[in-house]
Every structure is written in structure tokens, then in C-alpha cells.
């Protein structure tokens, strides 16, 4: 068995001429936690699109666990946050949850249910609520409650922290830190290089659809010869600007 999660081999997309992704080459390893960091608009979530079959890559080959990724059993193992998350106004948080357990499928256990909630900082009371009522945290937590209690082996969560506060996301971290007790792949973007810097096993830059940079956090500063992941991104970047 491949210990490999994720293969993307000289990926390309472009739209009406602009190019998205430009020879995208990469592999996630099973169990990894794995940041995906980059400009807003540098290819990140085209990338992930093109990983669940949500568009159409226009060259290269992406595998998921080693089955092609338009191949339904390898979405069968993913559970998926987009980075706008906007689930139907009318559901309340159960039906929502209910809806989304039905289509990964997994049980809906009430007491699951009130367990992930509770690990979010999310009051039982939303399960009765309909979404249109929720705020934008609350809306995000309900998200990531259902990629949660899916139970599968990848998960894909673009922006996950978006519309938290601190205390939300500290109880985020802590929930992923316990997926990755038992073996879980997890791969995420994010904009916030500190968490990048705390939670993942190794991260890549992506800049211009092009990638820039893949290993670990500590090897990207030592590479840039600086303190904090900040300034060693701002380097990464501006050395690809350089090159183009």
C-alpha cells in the first residue's frame, strides 16, 4: 500500500488564457498534516477544485490514494470545506447535518453530534436553528462540524479558520491535532502562517499557479535565512517575482 495521500504530476489549468496552475508537481503523505499557503488568486483553491473533479485540469494527472481523482471511490474517502461555505438558508443545523452524514455516509448520532459541538464552542441550540439565522462563525463551525463527524481518511479544508475567533480557533487546532492522532490526512490552505507554523508536518507555497517552495516549515526559514514564517514567505515570494 502507497503511503502517498495525495499525487498532483505537472498539473495545468487555465481560464480564457490566464494561467491558474502552471506545472503543479506535489505529493502528500498519509497522516500528514499538510498548509497550502499562497496570495489570494496564486492557484490554491483552482488547485483543489481540479483535486475533486470540480473543473477540468488541462494537463497532468492528480491521484488520490493512488486511484485516480475523478474516480468516485477516491472522493469516497474525502470530506471537503470550501473556503465560502454557505449552507441552504432554510435547513436547521440537524437537517443540514443529517443531509451531509447521508451523503458521506456515516450514522447520525445525536450524541456524536452534541460531542463535536461542544468541541467547537457551538451551542446545541443551532441544531434547531436554520442556517440563515447563524452568524458567519457559527456558519463556519457547522462546516467543519460535518466534515468532523464524516469520519473519513482526507480532509480538505480550504480556509478553515475563516469567520473564527481566537477561542474558536484554538478548539479548531485542537480537534485536528486529535485527527491526526489516528492517522488522518489533513490538507488545508490558510493565510494564517502562524497556525501553518504550529500545526503542519510540511507546507508549500504556491505563487503565480507555479509551486515555489514544498518541505518543512523550520526548512523554508533556515532556506531564507529568517526568524519568523512571515518574513521567510515574503522572501519565497519575491525571489519567484524575481525569476518571472
Given at each position: 500500500?502507497s ?6 504530476d505537472?498539473?495545468?489549468?487555465s481560464f ?8 503543479f508537481t ?39 490514494f493512488?486511484i485516480p481523482?475523478?474516480?468516485t471511490?477516491a472522493?469516497a ?24 452524514l447521508?451523503?458521506y ?27 440563515r439565522?447563524y ?7 457547522l462546516?467543519l462540524?460535518?466534515c ?5 481518511d482526507?480532509?480538505i479544508?480550504?480556509?478553515?479558520t475563516?469567520g473564527?475567533?481566537?477561542?474558536a480557533?484554538a478548539?479548531l ?8 492522532h489516528?492517522?488522518r490526512t ?16 510540511r507546507?508549500?507555497i ?10 518543512t516549515?523550520?526548512e ?9 514564517l ?5 522572501a ?6 524575481a525569476?518571472?
Amino acid at each position: 500500500m502507497s503511503d502517498i495521500a495525495l499525487r498532483f504530476d505537472q498539473v495545468g489549468k487555465s481560464f480564457a488564457g490566464a494561467v491558474a496552475l502552471a506545472g503543479f508537481t506535489l505529493e502528500v503523505r498519509r497522516g500528514e498534516c499538510f498548509g497550502l499557503v499562497g496570495e489570494n488568486g496564486s492557484g490554491k483553491t483552482t488547485l483543489i477544485k481540479c483535486m475533486l473533479d470540480f473543473c477540468d485540469a488541462d494537463s497532468g494527472n492528480i491521484e488520490i490514494f493512488g486511484i485516480p481523482h475523478s474516480g468516485t471511490a477516491a472522493r469516497a474517502r474525502v470530506a471537503y470545506l470550501p473556503e465560502r461555505f454557505n449552507p441552504p438558508f432554510y435547513l436547521t443545523g440537524r437537517d443540514f447535518l443529517r443531509y451531509m452524514l447521508e451523503l458521506y455516509r456515516a450514522p447520525y448520532d445525536e450524541a456524536r453530534v452534541a460531542h463535536t459541538f461542544e468541541a467547537l464552542g457551538l451551542d446545541l441550540s443551532a441544531l434547531t436553528r436554520p442556517a440563515r439565522t447563524y452568524s458567519k462563525g457559527m456558519t463556519q463551525k457547522l462546516g467543519l462540524a460535518a466534515c468532523l463527524l464524516s469520519g473519513k481518511d482526507l480532509y480538505i479544508l480550504d480556509e478553515p479558520t475563516s469567520g473564527l475567533d481566537p477561542k474558536a480557533r484554538a478548539l479548531l487546532k485542537r480537534e485536528l491535532r486529535e485527527l491526526r492522532h489516528t492517522q488522518r490526512t489533513l490538507f488545508f490552505t490558510s493565510h494564517a502562517l502562524a497556525d501553518v507554523a504550529e500545526m503542519c508536518d510540511r507546507m508549500a507555497i504556491v505563487h503565480g499557479g507555479r509551486l515555489q517552495f514544498a518541505g518543512t516549515p523550520d526548512e523554508l526559514l533556515r532556506k531564507h535565512g529568517c526568524g519568523d514564517l512571515e518574513q521567510a514567505f515574503l522572501a519565497c515570494i519575491s525571489d519567484a517575482a524575481a525569476v518571472t
